[in-house]
């Protein structure tokens, strides 16, 4: 198993940029396919972007592509998230997630571990 813990999330002016980290437990980090979600109010959780135990492939949403990059240093354990040229419709909870082999990379259900999601609001 694996515990992950959500940081860098916050208040952030339409067209700036934040870094999410997501930090994970244990020492198998480098066997876990990283995920990233996010969820406005209301609405359904939505696939952002998704990286693979090794880092040499990535997913991306077409909502971000182009704005958002996803990239994981296993020998720290963490994966990350940047968001640039940010939008107000990008204003969610972000969740990471993590799963040895992700049926579907763009479905939540195909990941077995969460973190507890971290708040990022852009404001117009």
């Known amino acids: ?48 972007a998704a990286v693979t135990s090794s880092g040499g492939f990535t997913y991306y949403a077409d909502s971000v592509e182009g704005r958002f990059t996803i990239s994981r240093d296993n020998a720290k354990n963490t994966a990350y998230l940047r968001l640039n040229s940010l939008k107000p ?11 040895r082999r992700p049926t579907n990379r763009g479905l939540a259900t195909a990941y077995a571990y969460w973190g507890q999601g971290t708040q990022v609001t852009v404001s117009s």
């Open 1 to 48: 198993q694996v515990q992950l813990v959500e940081s860098g999330g916050g208040l952030v002016q339409a067209g700036g940029s934040l870094r999410l980290s997501c930090a994970a437990s244990g020492r198998t980090f480098s066997t876990y396919h990283m995920a990233w979600f996010r969820q406005a109010p209301g609405k359904e959780r939505e696939f952002v």
């Open 89 to 99: 419709e990008d204003t969610a909870v972000y969740y990471c997630a993590a799963d």
